[in-house]
């Protein structure tokens, strides 16, 4: 509920990308205009109309009254024959061809000639009933008088052919539908379903992203040029006896370029560049992924030198031991990635295929995917720090119409922890709010309401929220500001504001400064500051609520983080059960005894209460300075840095972080 925005969460939501978008599909070959669709449904409607038409001459249905009404009796009856005991087809005699009735059915359109017939048609219920009534109706009627009755059983082959036909017409239609939707960008033919999907740029399909379109990243930049002189020019590297790496893996978190990146070297390099995604190798039929890694890598040696690039490498290149742990085994997916890892054997060093990966899950990976002579080449990526949060923001500002006043390293600035995707978002986002208040160009408020919608979310001032509420929000909020603006090491605050904003009912933001490092200090005094909401509502009102859990939550995860994983605490001492190989999340066993877990489980316990102890000793002895701020955020529900500032004196200068020389 009371959610205190500590830090700068990343968010990989819909990316506004300034950069012109490429033609998804550059080499598909032209469709053909008939489909076979309008094929079958032509075929079908010629089978029906014939159906219908067969064997169906101009006869009239008539009932048993009219039967025996006027035929019977007129003794105008030639003879019946009765079709596979349903139907009963009339012959009317010659005589009675121009007499009313018969005369509109026996000679229709004044026809010179009575039409042969049978030209009434009667459904029976039975053959039993139909010749019981036919006795009745004819009674005293002499034997050699009588209506001749015939029985006639009719195959009806064509209809049978149809029911026949029908079901393997409908299996073929629905095989072709499969085919088509599972190997789309090979054309429709079902022979194409093995073929790769991967996308192919070369001279005539250019990707439109250079690297002008990347900011920061020089580092990885400059590796990621590196590759394509290895393939414009080998020979230098060559003769010096130097291999050319067959695989190259861009690891790093979500919205941090990676694609962005490959798409620029596609957009400058000189060789073709194939782009595929790995969840695309994967299909419903087991075989397509192997096949299709087959066809990939067949083509890209036919086109060499040229560069292959798959992008989420992760949903075919995943540990094999883990995916049968968790998802039961997946035989499609190991069988793939035993393709591509036979494929990346199987050319030579120097054959001028490379092969360029991205992900985010680099602990994922199969080790054997990740060993020297695949992919041993790996470039981290890593959230941008404020100079290339900078950079990034002057390459997405470029296609806006902003104000004079923007400066993009304010914004960058005002954005740690943000990725490239995010600054990305942050700048579309602003421009939709500015269009939102019909503004002619996008100005610093714009910008800065698009950051809180983004950490935060939408602004929810119509959800209800009672008086009485609303004074415990305004009370935890403060409790927050004063704690963290007394205690050295917190973050900075910038605003706190009381306004309903996503989930949350109030929120305090905080400037993080970027360290590397983060003493045990700044730890303690962080969980205090996060504590600090629930201690001022037991401060102020004896009581505590709810609305403390998600503060609750985050303290409850650093706190076991200090000591489980930083070594933070006397009594578990300079361990660490942090897995960075991921390998640990497989096992089921914890990596501790029993009494370890149980000592860790108390220190949390410990450290949390202390922690709480500092929040609401500090409180207690500035509750006066607690009434004020909560008083005024009440009355404006947005206050500011100033206020605090009025209200608790200047902020004593953050200590800074001792220099340690950290040897990695
Ligand atoms: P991922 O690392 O998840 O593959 P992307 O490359 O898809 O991330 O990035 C998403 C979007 O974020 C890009 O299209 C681009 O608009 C923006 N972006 C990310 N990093 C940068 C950067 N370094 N410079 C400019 N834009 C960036």
Known sequence: MVEEVKEYRAYRNTVADPTPHTDP??????????????????????????????????????????VEKYMLSRKAIDKIEVINGEEANIFIKKEFADSLP??????????????????YSLTIGSVESFEHNL???????????????????????????????????????????????????????????????????????????????????????????????????????????????????????????KTLLAKAMAGEAQVPFFSMSGSEFVEMFVGVGASRVRDLFKQAKEKAPCIIFIDEIDSIGQSRGKQALFSGSNDERESTLNQLLTEMDGFETNSGVIVLAATNRADLLDPALIRPGRFDRHIYLEL???????????????????????????????????????????????????????????????????????????????KIISPEEKKIIAYHESGHAIVSWLLPHVDPLIKVSIIPRGKSLGAAWYLPEEHQ??????????????????????????????GALDDLEKATKEAYMMVAYYGFDKQIGNISF?????????????????????LIDAEVMKLINDAYGQAKNILVQQKEALGKLAERLLQKEVIFKEDLEEILGKRSAPLKEVPVLHVV
């Open 25 to 66: 599909t550059p080499n598909k070959p032209p469709q053909s205009r008939v489909s076979p669709m309008m094929l079958y449904v032509l075929f079908m409607g010629i089978l029906i109309f014939t159906m219908y038409n067969s064997g169906n001459s101009a006869r009239q249905a008539t009932s048993w009254l009219e």
């Open 102 to 119: 018969f005369k509109d059915v026996m000679k229709p359109g004044n026809a010179k000639q009575a039409a042969p017939g049978p030209h």
């Open 135 to 257: 006795e009745q109706a004819q009674q005293g009627v002499p034997l050699d008088q009588r209506v001749e009755v015939v029985y006639i059983k009719q195959e009806n082959w064509f209809g049978n052919m149809i029911l026949w036909l029908f079901p393997i017409f409908l299996m073929v239609m629905f095989w072709q539908f499969l085919m088509r939707n599972a190997g789309a960008g090979g054309g429709s033919s079902i022979f194409s379903f093995g073929k790769s999907k991967a996308m192919l740029f070369d001279k005539e399909h250019k990707s439109k992203i250079t690297f002008n379109d990347v900011a920061g990243l020089e580092e990885a930049a400059m590796e990621v040029k590196e590759v394509v002189d290895f393939l414009k020019s080998p020979e230098a590297f060559t003769k010096l006896g130097a291999k050319i790496p067959k695989g190259v893996i861009l690891v790093g978190p979500p919205g941090t370029g």
């Open 384 to 462: 941008p720090n404020i100079r290339d949060r900078e950079e990034i923001f002057k390459v997405h500002l470029r296609p806006l119409k902003i104000d004079q006043s923007i400066d993009p390293g304010f914004l960058a600035a005002q954005t740690p922890g943000f990725s490239g995707a995010d600054i990305a978002n942050v700048c579309n986002e602003a421009a939709l709010i500015a269009a939102r208040k019909k503004k002619e160009s996008i100005d610093r408020q714009d910008f800065l309401d698009a950051m809180d919608r983004i950490v935060a979310g939408l602004e929810k001032k119509s």
């Open 517 to 546: 490092l983060k003493s045990a200090t700044a730890f303690s005094e962080h969980l205090s500051a996060i504590l600090a909401g629930r201690a001022a509502e037991e401060v102020t009102f004896g009581e505590v609520t709810s």
């Open 578 to 598: 942090y897995d960075s190989t991921g390998q640990q999340d497989t096992r089921l066993s914890k990596p501790y005894s029993e009494e370890t877990g149980k």
